[in-house]
Nanobody, 122 residues
Framework: VQLQASGGGLVQAGGSLRLSCTASTRTFSSYNVGWFRQTPGKEHDFVAAINRVADTTHYAEFVKGRFTISRDNAKNTVYLQMNNLRPEDTAVYSC????????????????WGQGTLVTVSS
């Protein structure tokens, strides 16, 4: 599955961005989707995930209450609404998918997209 993340950019602390992850598959609704982020020299960190039918979501502690993951299966797209951004949120954000019951992880996925850069200035 090919994935394309978009929506990154430069924003001031306290601002908002909405990232999109669009998949090139006719069976998008069979995939759980996750967002991850990476800063230079560090491993990817899990950010958020959503299941196939969008009735279950998971968040990393450091984004709870600020980020919201959602999806539109008709558009093959998952969104990450990021509010109240902080300088420490600066990273390359990538999406990944995994078919079936399990969520994608850094080491197990059925597709991993190129990331989009989010820069939060103080």
């Amino acid at each position: 599955v090919q994935l394309q993340a978009s929506g990154g950019g430069l924003v001031q602390a306290g601002g908002s961005l909405r990232l999109s992850c669009t998949a090139s598959t006719r069976t998008f609704s069979s995939y759980n989707v996750g967002w991850f982020r990476q800063t230079p020299g560090k491993e990817h960190d899990f950010v958020a995930a959503i299941n196939r039918v969008a009735d279950t979501t998971h968040y990393a502690e450091f984004v709870k209450g600020r980020f919201t993951i959602s999806r539109d299966n008709a558009k093959n797209t998952v969104y990450l609404q990021m509010n109240n951004l902080r300088p420490e949120d600066t990273a390359v954000y990538s999406c990944a998918v995994r078919q079936g019951e399990l969520y994608p992880t850094i080491r197990n996925s059925d597709g991993w997209g190129q990331g989009t850069l989010v820069t939060v200035s103080s």
